[in-house]
């Protein structure tokens, strides 16, 4: 789902107030942690993902892999915290992108 300006936006307000739910350390980006953040984003469709100073990953990296092998959007990168939306295939989950659709 390509995004717009305005969606980005609504996004961006909405992930304001948000804990990060994954962590990125030492150990990288594995297979399981992709897994975990793909469930993650099946549940509730925007999530942060922030990045430990002990990691050799850089933000730009991660954001490159989440959207390829998850084709989930990276709506907002600051620093070592990425932002990431994509809509549940789920539509009891479909809360954040029901809101998207209408923008």
Not at 3 to 17: D, I, M, P, Y
Not at 23 to 39: A, N
Not at 53 to 58: A, G, H, M, R
Request: net charge neutral; with cysteine; proline share 2%.
């Amino acid at each position: 789902m390509k995004l717009r300006g305005k969606q980005k936006s609504f996004l961006r307000s909405e992930a304001h107030h948000l804990n990060p739910v994954v962590q990125i350390g030492k150990s990288g980006l594995s297979e399981t942690l992709l897994d975990q953040i793909d469930e993650c984003l099946e549940r509730r469709e925007l999530i942060k993902v922030s990045l430990l100073q002990n990691t050799e990953e850089t933000a730009k990296d991660v954001a490159e892999v989440i959207e390829e092998t998850l084709h989930a959007d990276v709506v907002q990168m600051i620093g070592r915290v990425l932002v990431v939306f994509r809509p549940s295939s789920k539509e009891k989950y479909q809360r954040v992108s029901q809101q998207v659709r209408v923008l």
